[in-house]
């Protein structure tokens, strides 16, 4: 369901950028690691956070990623959040980290409660080259 | 208005991405060049693009910027879309590619009609470092 190119993109260590929309209507979007499982796209976030708060509100979410060194290799997603998992282990916040930095997760907050928020893409966009 | 750190990425060669929201309500977001004139934020698009259909219907829009080589360094602005000019000479897209590439645009089409769309920011925000 994701093109390999773009689950190639969402599967490596190019920052992404999570759209959500807001209480009014308007758009929001923040940057954010993501991974690939199962056809899903999946990312961290903590309770409390904008785009959580939206997202339990509307799950219509969208992602859009490029390669810094080559802007037209570039992938956007609309979709819609299946399913949302606590993280209290950080166990995908780990994950992700290692997948872009090689590192556990380096940011633990105390009393930060993390979550694995998954996206059923709907539709996906690759860039012309 | 927009914070310096905010500036910087916003006008230096950081792909951005650029949030509207489609007719059904659900966000849309996609890479962009950006650039930042008079307190504004500008991007380059074309007639009939999604982003275009969404931003006339509705001026409300959100950017997204991180830095790829140090994703603590990035800023996501909320704001609405103030003009859309036509850029039929190409002299905004020129200058946006220019920021970026050092070229002039490359990607001119046949029929293609450019626009320089000019954002206001509403809220600013630049990441924790």
Redesign the interface.
Known sequence: MIPDRAARLLSGS??A??????GD???????VWTGVEDGLVSINTAEGRIKHRNLLR?P???????S?SD?LD?A?V?GRVERIVPDPEYRHADALSRQ?TGLDYQYRRAGERRVAVYVRPERV?V?DA
């Open positions: 190019n920052i950028h999570f759209a959500t929309v807001m209507g308007s758009p929001q979007v923040t940057p509307d219509r979410v969208a992602v859009s990623v490029a810094p802007p570039a956007a609309r872009y966009f860039m």
